[in-house]
Every structure is written in structure tokens, then in C-alpha cells.
């Protein structure tokens, strides 16, 4: 009965974001549409796509409110909508037309608007608490109640939010003081918790299949590409994903699952895979003299005639202009980099931030159908656990306002363009975030995205290992020990020091990046081996009993 209810609700609110979303393709300025898209999102369970609604009915209302706005085409463009939807309101509704003599002139309508959008704006603060307490951000809640109580001095609820606020945050504390003294986490593992909220890479009920499944297409371009660069291995549909039936639960199955196999005999320390990454390769930026396509340096006299950018080689200027430097020309990117700049620890989101706008750039050069479609995001997919759902680490400014800004410094309207929309920029993060490599600031300071190497699977015995070769992006992939023709090539994702540890702290650790227990070769023995300890013990305790 309560599973009905549920599921009809969720039928229900689904059939409502459809409909929110068609009137915004008709009203893109209209906040309060994007308000209440907003709030269904949340409703159905989704803060990280509610949020970006709701950021974006915050961004029109202050546009709207503010006539000396540096947008003043957008604060019209949003008072337009309003005036409208007012004078419709009290002029159509019963409930309202009894004030109708309140849009009698255009300058009582234009009052009447106002105070529409100053009641508006409380309830967008309102629905932007709640949406950070779904999403578990309780750094962001922290201090955006108390940037609402300073925003609405005479509102009488956002100082019960502060105090909301402060006492989970010392919840949170608490508990995670426990964890950190039982040696299960560290203090920068802490302060990130603490800092960080958490959401799932999420197949949305409104994704058609073409989001979700990688087509026979976008395969065979994968395979070209090894074609192109490996002589000795190549991409197949693995199924290290597959799980066979246990404790009464049902086999399961994952078609769209790629993997690396050896083409032929390989020796120890042959290289299986050389990949150049360059145009979605990004570094920190603070060396003016690394590339900004492959980041080897010095750069050198090399640049194109668009701007005085310069780069180490006449192929990296060719490549920059043919993938990403077009749409990035000239834009000030600079709160990115400066920010960049500054980080100091691998989670550092900053990095990130370069990376997504980076990718954001090659999409539109590329001019696909869809950025979900464009030639690399294709071919990556999200860590969607279909057993155990996988978190990632979720926070406001960093994944929802600033990829906001970096459309907006790219000239994409975000109020008119659907296909930027918050769940294609999440979908997009869960991609890189489920591929990307790099980010260790000692050794080498950027991230990179490929649709290559990131094809290769986890094993906690691994067959592969990587080394960036000197003062560039280029990763070479080689073998650490000899493959059989057919052996699947495996790279471990949690390094020496993790695959050291026994089965069920590995699973452990890779549970919630997988949303499943690690199925590589090593894992699956050594789970057996476990298993059949376990019985043999039960049994003997058994006759011992006896
Ligand atoms: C970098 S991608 C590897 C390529 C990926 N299999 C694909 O189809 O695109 C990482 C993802 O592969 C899957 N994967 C890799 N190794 C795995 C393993 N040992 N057990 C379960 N899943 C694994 C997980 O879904 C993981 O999120």
C-alpha cells in the first residue's frame, strides 16, 4: 500500500517536472517556475538538480529586484515575465480578482510586481535551505541561514534555521570526532566530510536511452582510437560487472560495461597504451610556462593569430584551436584559475572547476547535438550503482555555482538553453568524476580527462601500471608483468598501499565508488577462499558442540 502511494507520488511529481519544464521552454525568465521545478525535484529526491533550479530562480529575482543591476537586460527581460503572469493572476483568477484594483495602472502593476518578487525571493530562501539540508550540506546550511537572517532582518523563521543549522553541525561533529578517533578517518577526511554534503549519480527518469547506454558507434570509435594507438591490446564489453546468483538474489548483468584486453602475448614493462590526452588535459595554472594544451613546458614562440596565447609546439597551438581554445578565447576565466592557483589539497575542487570548463569548451567547439553526445563525453560513463548507491561528495559553490558561472562567462544562457541543464552539468561531473585522472599536487598539478585510458578496469592485482612522462600530460600505460593473448588489462585504482589490504577492506573501500563489491579476479578468489574458511569453521564449531 505505502510502496502504491509512494510510486503514484513519484508518477505524479515526475509528470509535474515535465510540465514545469515545458512552461519554462515558453517562460525562461519567469523565477517562479523555476521555484516550483525546483521543489518537485526535491520532492522526487533530486537536492543536486533542485538546487540548480532554485540558484537560478535566486539569480532571476535579484536581477529583477535590482533596476541597477550590471544585467539590466535580464532584470527586464524577468520583470516582462512577471508583469505579465501578475496581471494575468489578478485579473483571471477568482481568488485574486477581488485585487484586481491593484494592477489597475502600469505603475500600480509595476509596485504590485515588485512586492510579488520581494515575497518570491523569501520563499526561494526558503526552498534553498531545504534543498541543502537533502543534500546533505550542512557547511552550505551553516552559512547561507545566516546570510538569510542578515539578507531578511525581519523575517521571524531564518533565525530557527541558524539554529537548526548549528546543532546538526555539532551533531555531525560529534559523530565524526568518534569516527576519526577510532582510526576510521583522518582530519582532512573529516573537515571535507564536515565541509561537503552528498548526492548519487542518478540515471534520471527522464534520460532516453541514448544518455544512459553507450551504442555500437560510440564503441567502434573506441576501438578505432586503440587501433590508432596499441598494438597490443583493445577494448571489449566486459563482464566484470556481472555477478552471479547468490544468497537467493538474482544474477545480474551489465551490458554496457568496456574493458582492456591484451591482442597478443605481452612482455613485463612493454608499453600497452601511450595516451597524449592534451585537449582535455588541464593544470593548475600557476606555471605561466606550461602548455595550456599538453602542459609539458617551457612554452615557446608558438601561438595562433586569435590572441597572444602561447604554447610548447606548433601541434599543441593546431591542437587548441581545432578542440577548445575557441570558445575560451578572450573570456575572463580568471576567478577560475586564480582559485586553482591556491589549492592546496587533491580534493581540492578548484581543479575540477578548470576541467569541467575545459570540457564545457570542447563540447561547444564541437558543436554536437548535445554535450552528453560530444565525441568524448560519449564514451565515459557515471559510477551509477545499480546494487549500492553510490555518493559523491556534493557542496553548493562548487557544484552548483560555479559551474553556473563558468556557462555564463562561456556566453550559454542558462535560463533558455536546456541542454546545459543542472542534470546534464551533473551527469557531466559524474562522467569526469568516474574517469578523470590526476590531481596528486606533488607529482604532477592538473587533472585530465581521455576517453582512452580510462577504459582500462580495476583489479587489485594489477597487470598495468601508469607513468606521466617527464614535464607533459602524456600517460604511458605499461605492464608490470607478462599477459597472455586474451588476459583482461587491469590497473589498480587504489594503489599499492590498497591493494595490500585484505578482501573486505578493499571492497570496502571501492564499494562507493563500484555501488558494488570490487569484482576483480583477486577479490572474487580471495572471497571464495573466505567463504569456504568460514564454512569449514562454522562446521567444525558444530562437531565441537556435539
Ligand atoms: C574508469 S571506468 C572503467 C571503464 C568502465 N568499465 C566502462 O565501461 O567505461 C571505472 C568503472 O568501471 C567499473 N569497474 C572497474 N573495475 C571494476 C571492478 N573491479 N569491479 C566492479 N566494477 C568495476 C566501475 O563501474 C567503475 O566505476
Not at 454 to 474: A, I, K, Q, T, Y
Not at 530 to 542: F, P, R, Y
Request: some cysteine.
Amino acid at each position: 500500500m505505502f510502496t502504491h502511494r509512494v510510486a503514484w507520488q513519484f508518477a505524479a511529481e515526475s509528470e509535474e517536472v515535465r510540465r514545469f519544464t515545458q512552461r519554462l521552454a515558453a517562460l525562461p525568465y519567469d523565477p517562479e517556475t523555476w521555484l516550483n521545478r525546483g521543489n518537485c525535484l526535491r520532492l522526487l529526491g533530486y537536492p543536486e538538480l533542485a538546487l540548480g533550479d532554485v540558484y537560478k530562480a535566486r539569480l532571476l529575482v535579484e536581477a529583477g529586484l535590482d533596476s541597477s543591476s550590471s544585467e539590466p537586460e535580464l532584470g527586464n527581460q524577468v520583470r516582462k515575465a512577471f508583469r505579465k503572469k501578475t496581471y494575468e493572476l489578478h485579473t483571471t483568477d477568482p481568488a485574486w480578482m477581488k485585487f484586481a484594483d491593484a494592477v489597475a495602472t502600469p505603475e500600480l502593476l509595476a509596485r504590485r510586481v515588485e512586492e510579488m518578487l520581494r515575497r518570491l525571493e523569501l520563499q526561494i530562501w526558503t526552498e534553498l535551505m531545504e534543498g541543502l539540508m537533502a543534500a546533505n550540506c550542512c557547511g552550505d546550511y551553516v552559512r547561507m541561514s545566516r546570510e538569510a537572517v542578515e539578507k531578511f532582518p525581519d523575517d521571524a523563521f531564518f533565525p530557527s534555521e541558524v539554529a537548526n543549522a548549528d546543532s546538526w553541525y555539532a551533531q555531525r561533529v560529534s559523530i565524526l570526532r568518534a569516527s576519526m578517533e577510532s582510526g576510521e578517518m583522518d582530519e582532512e577526511q573529516m573537515k571535507v566530510t564536515l565541509l561537503n554534503g552528498g548526492v548519487y549519480p542518478t540515471p534520471y527518469p527522464f534520460m532516453e536511452d541514448g544518455f544512459l547506454v553507450r551504442d555500437e558507434v560510440t564503441f567502434e570509435g573506441i576501438e578505432e582510437d586503440f587501433r590508432r594507438v596499441s598494438t597490443n591490446c583493445m577494448v571489449v564489453r566486459s563482464t566484470i560487472r556481472d555477478t552471479p546468483a547468490e544468497d537467493g538474489g538474482e544474477a545480474t548483468t551489465e551490458a554496457d560495461c568496456i574493458g582492456v584486453i591484451a591482442t597478443r602475448d605481452i612482455t613485463a614493462g612493454e608499453a600497452v597504451l601511450v595516451d597524449t590526452m592534451s585537449s582535455g588535459t588541464v593544470g593548475v595554472d600557476a606555471d605561466p610556462n606550461g602548455c595550456p594544451t599538453c602542459c609539458a613546458s617551457p612554452v615557446r614562440n608558438f601561438w595562433n593569430t586569435c590572441c597572444p596565447v602561447l604554447y610548447c609546439s606548433q601541434g599543441c597551438a593546431d591542437i587548441a584551436i581545432e578542440t577548445f581554445h575557441g570558445p575560451i578565447c578572450g573570456k575572463d576565466f580568471e576567478y577560475l584559475y586564480a582559485a586553482a592557483r591556491k589549492a592546496t589539497a587533491t580534493a581540492d575542487f578548484s581543479i575540477d572547476a578548470l576541467l569541467l570548463m575545459r570540457v564545457l569548451a570542447l563540447c561547444l567547439q564541437e558543436g554536437a547535438d548535445h554535450p552528453l553526445k560530444s565525441a568524448l563525453l560519449v564514451r565515459l560513463t557515471p559510477a551509477y550503482g545499480f546494487k549500492q548507491p553510490n555518493l559523491i561528495i556534493f557542496n553548493f559553490e562548487d557544484h552548483i555555482q560555479t559551474p553556473i558561472s563558468i556557462l555564463q562567462t562561456l556566453g550559454i544562457n542558462i535560463f533558455t538553453n536546456p541542454s546545459y541543464d543542472t542534470w546534464v552539468l551533473h551527469t557531466i561531473k559524474c562522467r569526469l568524476q568516474n574517469n578523470k585522472h590526476g590531481q596528486t599536487l606533488e607529482d604532477w598539478p592538473g587533472t585530465s580527462i581521455s576517453g582512452l585510458y580510462s577504459m582500462l578496469n580495476h583489479c587489485c592485482s594489477p597487470n598495468v601500471d601508469w607513468r606521466h612522462d617527464f614535464g607533459s600530460s602524456e600517460v604511458t600505460m605499461f605492464a608490470t608483468r607478462d599477459c597472455k593473448k586474451g588476459e583482461d588489462l587491469c590497473i589498480s585504482y587504489i594503489g599499492p598501499q590498497g591493494n595490500a589490504l585484505g578482501v573486505v577492506e578493499r571492497r570496502k573501500k571501492l564499494m562507493g565508488w563500484f555501488g558494488m563489491p570490487c569484482r576483480c579476479v583477486k577479490c572474487v578468489e580471495d572471497a571464495a577462499v573466505q567463504e569456504d574458511l568460514v564454512t569449514t569453521l562454522t562446521a567444525e564449531t558444530a562437531n565441537l558442540t556435539c
